[in-house]
């Protein structure tokens, strides 16, 4: 254990902390997709137009198949198996 003393955070302090915590999630998000991508050369991803596709780290894409679209449900329902 190390016996420095650290001082504790003023309110002030940590609520600027925390009002960052969306755009360092949102930072070490890219970055990780970034390393991914370097990492594979390639990685697949669901797009929102409902189609498979393979991006490549150069910038390129390649559709794989189109998927059937979801269905939508609405909030707070619940859904029961039926036997």
Known sequence: MSSSS???LSELAM???ERRIPE???KSGHEA???SL???GAVV???SRGQLVERRADGTTT???SLPLGKRVTP???LKRVK
Do not use: D, E, M, N
Request: proline content about 4%; overall charge positive; aromatic content about 4%.
């Open 76 to 78: 707070g329902v619940v």
């Open 24 to 26: 360092l999630a949102a």
């Open 63 to 65: 559709v794989i198949k």
């Open 6 to 8: 650290t001082r504790p």
């Open 38 to 40: 370097s990492g594979t």
């Open 15 to 17: 609520q600027r902390a």
């Open 33 to 35: 997709y970034r390393a």
């Open 45 to 47: 991803v669901k797009t």
